[in-house]
């Protein structure tokens, strides 16, 4: 595998999924759903789907809950592009490659990304099941060198050093609150921190990130977050809580009580994402 993507290699990806488009969508709005939260891709009418796996390069998810399609079509009366499950760091991908999708997104028109992941509570107030609004993250795994960026940069998509001061655009946010509150849905706010995975976290990990400002964990978004800043892109981002945080080591966490808190995450952050689309 390539440590790295080319231009060209966007190109190619943009303009098969644009001759896929056919002049029917022109969508300026792509979704990321993350773990167990792909229901919501059935809500897209008018559905054209293009599996990962017709596009040659674009990495294919492994993990169960990720069923790796593109789905196109309409949601709140606009056009959205929706990857339906994504890939990870751990999964033996490059950052460059886990984030190829979102420099595609970039050259097909997506201007506005909304992007969600299941997330274990660092934050003892956080229930399984509950929202949370990214405010603001923490790159753990950026900080360590692996960040998406690094290597030649592409100028025609970005600055060499792209500022990150407001990565979660204030606009979106507000829409988020504002639909939470039209639909009486708790909406925690705080700090999503990214580690690399696949392994869960220590409870001395656990408290060292609270330590450090984190409210939730997850092993994604940050990378795919940064490109799309790179890129210009305006980014929302919602946490789906999977499980408590487990700061004393008395509880065990697995990838089927992710999947299952899906199920309870999954219509509650379609509520919000709606709302966001319908007051964009």
Request: proline share 5%; charged share 20%; with cysteine.
């Amino acid at each position: 595998m390539s440590e790295y993507v080319t231009l060209e290699q966007i190109d190619h990806l943009a303009d098969l999924i644009r001759a896929r488009l056919d002049r029917t969508y022109a969508p300026r709005v792509g979704i990321v759903l993350g773990s167990g939260l792909g229901a919501i891709a059935d809500s897209v009418e008018g559905a054209m789907i293009i599996p990962f796996q017709d596009l040659p390069t674009w990495p294919v998810s492994t993990v169960m809950g990720h069923k790796g399609r593109l789905i196109i079509g309409k949601l709140e009366d606009r056009d959205v592009l929706v990857m339906q499950g994504r890939t990870h760091y751990y999964e033996g991908y490059s950052m460059a490659q886990i984030t190829l999708p979102v420099r595609v997104m970039q050259r097909v028109g997506i201007e506005t990304m909304i992007v969600t992941n299941a997330a274990g509570a660092v934050n003892a107030q956080y229930n399984p099941g509950d929202l949370m609004l990214i405010l603001d993250h923490i790159n753990m795994i950026g900080m360590a060198g692996l960040n998406p960026l690094r290597g030649p940069n592409l100028d025609e998509l970005g600055p060499r050093f792209p500022d990150m001061s407001r990565a979660y655009d204030p606009e979106l946010c507000q829409f988020a609150r504002q639909a939470a509150v039209e639909n009486n849905i708790l909406l925690h706010e705080g700090v999503y921190v990214s580690l690399a995975g696949p392994s869960f976290e220590t409870s001395a990990d656990l408290r060292f990130l609270r330590m450090a400002g984190a409210d939730a964990v997850g092993m994604s978004t940050v990378p795919e977050v940064t490109v799309a800043r790179h890129g210009g892109l305006r980014v929302l981002g919602i946490s789906g809580i999977s499980n408590k945080a487990n700061l004393d080591g008395s509880t065990k966490t697995s990838h089927d009580e992710v999947l299952e808190a899906g199920r309870v995450i999954a219509p509650k952050l379609e509520t919000i994402i709606r709302g966001v689309l319908h007051h964009l």
